[in-house]
């Protein structure tokens, strides 16, 4: 993912209110939104080259979603990022246990952001900065740096869902959630974060909708976790900019 935008808990009706975008280069081989025929509770799309996942939700209610540190200067590591959200949905350890395992495994995965737990208790990981943050109820967003920080999709971002949210007496709309982040305005040069790629390529990268010769958004996902543990899970896939189908599933979580 390179955009999670997430709302926790002070909900009259959900518990967990998500809406991501996944970018990433349009030729590397992907499986859309389905259980995994090998991990028959994991609800997540799959990437066929590592055989991870960006995003996910699992049959007990677990959820977890990874964002990478953009960083070029960054060594390369040998594990792939997306093994850490599969990790996670697959097993029962406890997130504080989890946490503890990330933090021994930091140095073996290229940077990144994972968000992980359930519709009653979430956790922020970044192992570039080794910053652990558990969510208090709130409206966040988390891209390529670490949680909440100032870059402009982020802002932009939080402050859209949390515009909903305070419009919301019960019922949200997943298409309101989807507008969210097809956004394609690029942001002001002035106001670009610095990471190392430079200027240009900086900007191309600054809107919530990403379209580029050879990478952009691919999927945007919309996950809400109700008080009953109803979840519902949507995957809007797109292909070069360009929508090509909705994917919905609807369970309740059984723990």
């Known amino acids: ?16 209110i998500v809406v991501a975008n996944r970018d990433e280069e349009y030729n590397r081989p992907t499986k859309e939104a389905h259980f995994w025929e090998d991990e028959p509770t994991i609800l997540a799309g799959r990437d066929l080259l590592q055989m991870g996942t960006w995003l996910g939700v699992s049959k007990s209610g677990r959820f977890a979603a990874l964002t990478n540190y953009r960083d070029p200067s960054l060594p390369n590591a040998p594990k792939s990022r997306g093994e850490i959200v599969k990790d996670f949905l697959t097993s029962n350890i406890e ?54 920080t100032p870059w402009p999709k982020v802002e932009k971002g939080r402050s859209a869902l949390e515009k909903i949210i305070s419009q919301t007496v019960r019922d949200i709309e997943i298409e309101q959630l989807f507008n969210i982040v097809t956004d394609r305005t690029k942001a002001p040069m002035e106001a670009l974060p610095n990471t190392g790629v430079g200027l240009e390529l900086e900007q191309l990268l600054s809107p919530m909708f990403i379209q ?12 809400l976790i109700d008080q009953n543990d109803q979840i519902t899970f949507v995957e809007r896939t797109f292909h070069e900019g360009e929508f090509l189908f909705d994917q919905t599933y609807e369970f309740t979580a059984t723990k």
């Not at 989890?98 to 922020?124: A, C, P």
């Not at 558990?134 to 966040?140: A, M, S």
């Not at 580029?212 to 996950?223: E, K, L, N």
Request: glycine share 8%.
């Open 1 to 16: 993912m390179c955009l999670i935008n997430f709302h926790f808990h002070n909900h009259p009706k959900y518990k967990l």
């Open 95 to 148: 997130p504080e246990e989890f946490i503890t395992m990330l933090k021994e495994n930091r140095q073996q995965y290229g940077g990144y952001n994972v968000l992980f737990g359930s519709g009653d208790e979430l956790y922020h990981y970044n192992n570039i900065y080794d910053e652990t943050n558990k969510i208090n109820p709130g409206t966040y967003s988390l891209s390529n740096c670490t949680l909440n």
């Open 212 to 223: 580029m010769p050879q990478y952009g958004t691919r999927c945007s996902t919309v996950v």
